[in-house]
């Protein structure tokens, strides 16, 4: 419970950096591998819209590029909403689902996302990749 809140603490810490002139949506996403590193990721947008990269896969890219792989993934804290806004339920859209499936165990990944921020209390949504991709394509 306590790591959920420093990793969702730090998903929200993220949207800050998000680059978002288009859709105005912020996104951050903070992903724990098994070594304790979180790497931090935000939605990064572009003027021809569809070349635009959502937050959990920058995470997911920043972690392989740094040589993590499959069985190096704990979970995934999201959190978006509008720029400057409080954070509104972001759950990770379909293409994301797909790419942490190539690089997790999906029956015990986890995946978080904030739900609403009171009076600084977070409260979050929590459920496996596997409840969220079932039926995942894989070769
Ligand atoms: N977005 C993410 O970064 N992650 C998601 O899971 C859903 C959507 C971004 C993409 C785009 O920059 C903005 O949110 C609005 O769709």
Redesign the pocket.
């Known amino acids: 419970m306590a790591d959920y809140a420093r990793l969702l603490e730090a998903a929200n810490e993220a949207r800050r950096n998000?680059y978002?002139p288009?859709?105005g949506?912020a996104?951050g996403?903070a992903l724990l591998t098994t070594d304790g590193t979180v790497y931090t990721g935000?939605?990064?947008?572009n003027a021809s819209y569809g070349a635009?990269?959502?937050?959990?896969r920058t995470a997911v890219f920043k972690a392989v590029a740094d040589g993590k792989r499959k069985g190096d993934f704990v979970a995934i804290a999201?959190s978006?909403g509008p720029k400057d806004g409080s954070p509104v339920p972001?759950?990770?859209?379909g293409i994301?689902r797909q790419v942490l499936s190539e690089f997790t165990d999906a029956a015990t990944f986890t995946v978080l996302w904030v739900t609403e921020i009171t009076d600084g209390d977070m409260a979050f949504e929590k459920h496996t990749l596997a409840e969220l991709l079932p039926g995942a394509f894989e070769l």
């Open positions: 998000s978002c288009y859709s949506f996104v996403a935000v939605n990064v947008e635009t990269n959502c937050a959990e999201i978006g972001c759950p990770p859209c994301c």
